[in-house]
Nanobody
Framework: VQLQASGGGLVEPGGSVNLSCAGS????????MGWYRQAPEKARELVAV?????DARYGDLEKGRFIFSRDNAKVTLRLNSLKVEDTGVYYC??????????WGQGTLVTVSS
């Protein structure tokens, strides 16, 4: 399974951006897919995750501004009302039924005026 993320870039404070990640290969082995974020000099933290069964949950980040969705082996993340502190690399990941986790290459979101 390979994960290909897209989206991100430079966004002004208060703006929005869409991130997308698509899995390819033997996608039937994917159980969970989601997004983590790593801000500069901070640990990677969960943004949102969705299971094959349709359950989704968000991490401890400020809720309400981020909208996550999953459609089979594709996940999207819409970031609204962006703040400077939302700057970071957003990583797509997939966890297989076996427990193995794979990561996408990460996409950089920079919030700056």
């Amino acid at each position: 399974v390979q994960l290909q993320a897209s989206g991100g870039g430079l966004v002004e404070p208060g703006g929005s951006v869409n991130l997308s990640c698509a899995g390819s290969g033997d996608i039937a082995i994917i159980n969970v897919m989601g997004w983590y974020r790593q801000a500069p000099e901070k640990a990677r933290e969960l943004v949102a995750v969705g299971t094959t069964g349709g359950d989704a949950r968000y991490g401890d980040l400020e809720k309400g501004r981020f909208i996550f969705s999953r459609d089979n082996a594709k996940v999207t993340l819409r970031l609204n009302s962006l703040k400077v502190e939302d700057t970071g690399v957003y990583y797509c990941y997939a966890q297989f039924w076996s427990g193995v986790t794979v990561w996408g290459q990460g996409t950089l979101v920079t919030v700056s005026s």
